[in-house]
């Protein structure tokens, strides 16, 4: 199925207990109107991660509607999602940047990682899904993902949040209250207003003062929050401007374990989509993993931001119960023709630094904890060596950025190297460790079989009698 969609029932919303089928379709005025609420739950995350990595964000806008369509394509219709801005590269880009490298070399260490995910859709294609789970057991991932995310701390503390501490501040502020207090939609995009309310709060002060930002020695420079001088000078229609990729083998290494991240992160999502659609997906993993890849490949080959499957999307259609791929096809066109309004990119890139300062300590932050949400909802234990040891010296290279060098003019470290040691430790620790060790793997709490699903084996996740954990909001039925 491609475009081939069938009618759902008059084409109204589906009565409850009911779904729209992704090879369905509601009538065309109730598709776009689903497809807009798509194109809003992934805009604020699509265009805040390229301008924290440094890239023209109305591009990334652009590139995730065109990425989106192949995405489509590759699965043949059969796994609806939207491919947003991944924020598993941050980290890595700027390792780049801290080490000289410049938007070109940024994209090109990323379309090096695109190539490598679409060739891992390929082996799991190949070979099945237990290869994934295999290589890489949740402890493993948990841990690379969380590195990635807290090594990015000093970025945000020290880059963005002193050009205007007290703008950071109350962004911060603003995002935490706003999360907290609205329920449903507005709570999914709290990012986005805060980067809407920092925005105008920072025009708002320049009309009173300049900000101050202090360097290492105290020496402090006056500056506007907001430069909007760019935006006259953009045209209301045209082409972004595109960048080259160039290659670097050494940064190409900064960037690579953002891969192991993509990879759970595209399983998870597939994982959840077939849940909610009823459909086993499993045997399409595969080409949606190759998807994603190949997506990344297309979208930094003219400088645009590598891709993923976003939950925020997956949250809309749990929300509206409608699972058609028309829906998807709709909010593409609609990011592309964002994307040729090159006065709305210089808006965009006119974002305050320290706006950014705000989210991205909310942001690096909640990454960092989705590594620990994966432990938990595995239950990885701890009290095993095999996982306790190689995983807490990896975190700690990658979080504390530690080098190994080679030469003068090659190193490896931060989340390349924590990365290393988080994934070969593991295994070797495996390989190494007393029988008793071994086998406690199989025997932890809350699963059917110890962590079979981890290791290969058969095996399910069981939760307690008294029902879901009560802090795992994804398993407990809320209004919000």
Do not use: C
Not at 48 to 63: K, R, S, T
Not at 230 to 259: C, H, I, K, M
Not at 396 to 416: C, K, M, N, P, T
Not at 469 to 476: I, Q
């Amino acid at each position: 199925m491609a475009f081939g969609w069938k009618l759902y029932g008059d084409g109204k919303t589906p009565p409850l207990g009911e779904a729209v089928a992704p090879d369905e379709r509601l009538s065309w005025p109730l598709t776009v109107g689903i497809g807009a609420q798509h194109v809003v739950a992934m805009f604020g995350a699509t265009f805040v991660f390229p301008l924290i990595m440094g890239l023209d964000a109305n591009l990334a806008i652009m590139m995730s509607g065109i990425a989106t369509i192949i995405f489509l394509l590759i699965v043949q219709g059969k796994v609806p999602s939207y491919l947003g801005t991944s924020a598993a590269f941050v980290g890595g880009v700027a390792a780049v940047r801290a080490q000289g490298g410049d938007s070109s070399d940024v994209v090109g260490a990323i379309l090096v990682s695109g190539i490598v995910l679409a060739l891992v859709g390929l082996l799991i294609q190949a070979a099945g899904v237990t290869v994934v789970n295999r290589v890489l057991p949740p402890a493993v991932t948990g841990a690379v993902v969380l590195l990635i995310g807290f090594n990015l701390a000093p970025v945000a503390a020290g880059l963005y949040w002193p050009q205007d501490q007290w703008v950071a501040l109350a962004t911060m502020a603003f995002v935490i209250l706003v999360s907290l207090a609205l329920r449903g939609f507005w709570a999914r995009i709290s990012i986005l207003l805060g980067l809407l309310f920092g925005y105008l709060l920072s025009l708002l002060l320049d009309t009173f003062s300049q900000a101050v930002t202090y360097d290492a020695a105290g020496v402090g420079t006056a500056h506007d929050r907001v430069d909007l001088s760019g935006v006259g000078d953009a045209a209301w229609f045209g082409l972004p401007e595109l960048t080259a990729p160039s290659f670097s083998v050494n940064f190409a290494l900064l960037v690579l374990p953002a891969v192991i991240a993509l990879v759970a992160e595209n399983a998870g999502h597939v994982k959840a989509v077939g849940e909610m659609t009823k459909r086993d997906l499993d045997p399409v993993l595969g080409r949606a993993v190759f998807a994603d890849g190949a997506a990344t490949v297309v979208a930094t080959s003219v400088g645009g931001s590598p891709t993923t499957t976003y939950a925020e999307n997956i949250g809309v259609m749990a929300a509206t119960r409608v699972y058609s791929t028309a829906a998807y096809y709709v909010a593409a066109l609609v990011a592309i023709m964002l994307g040729l309004v090159p006065k709305f990119g210089a808006i965009v890139n006119a974002t305050p630094g320290a706006v950014l300062g705000g989210i991205t300590v909310v942001l690096y932050g909640m990454i960092g904890l989705l590594g620990a949400k994966i432990w938990k909802e595995n239950r990885v234990d701890f009290a095993n060596p095999i996982n306790l040891v190689p995983l807490a010296a990896g975190i700690i290279i990658g979080i504390g950025d530690v080098q190994l060098r080679f030469s003068s003019e090659y190193s490896i470290g931060g989340i390349a190297l924590g990365t290393i040691v988080a994934v070969v430790g593991w295994h070797v620790a495996r390989m190494l460790a007393p029988a008793e060790m071994k086998a406690s793997l199989y025997q932890e709490g809350g699963f059917a079989a110890g962590t079979g699903p981890a290791l290969g084996a058969a095996g399910s996740h069981n939760t307690d009698p008294g029902g879901p954990d009560p802090s795992d909001v994804d398993r407990v039925n809320r209004t919000r």
